[in-house]
């Protein structure tokens, strides 16, 4: 585990706001000099803190207007192993995460479709025909409010 600083800080709550900006940008928010800013990114990089930047899509504006959490019980643990579900299951495009868990089920998937009825179509065709699929849930996802998690 890396120490973190107040400016250290600063800095991640002020990149999970907005990835894109520069350290030039950053650092002048902040009172701090552009390679300083640069120096504390690049550290934070190197030692995992900062894992990537990702691209965050409109699903809707893209067509994909519906979202499902779908838990996932393996019917057949002893006979198909957890790594050919999650091979079979990653291979799926809709399927935008795989999280095995402890529970009731075994898996939570987050799947995307255009509407209600696409959802079915990847439910019976795509879903249900993986290997050792047994009990599963679906919950709608209604509406999201995204927090960018505990800086301290």
Do not use: C
């Amino acid at each position: 585990m890396i120490e973190l600083d107040t400016t250290d800080r600063l800095i991640l709550r002020a990149l999970s706001q907005d990835a894109t900006q520069s350290a030039s940008a950053l650092g002048r928010s902040l009172g701090l000099s552009q390679p300083a800013t640069w120096r504390r990114i690049r550290r934070l990089h190197d030692s995992g803190v900062i894992k990537g930047q990702r691209l965050e899509l409109d699903r809707e504006r893209l067509g994909f207007g519906v979202t499902v959490f779908l838990g996932v019980k393996l019917a057949t643990k002893g006979r198909v192993s957890l790594e050919d579900f999650e091979r079979a299951v990653t291979a799926i495009p809709e399927v935008q995460t795989v999280e095995h868990i402890l529970g009731v089920y075994d898996y939570r998937l987050r799947i995307v479709a255009r509407d209600i009825s696409d959802f079915e179509r990847i439910l019976r065709r795509r879903i249900m025909m993986l290997p050792g699929v047994g009990d599963v849930e679906a919950n709608v996802l209604l509406s999201e409010e995204r927090r960018p998690g505990p800086i301290g």
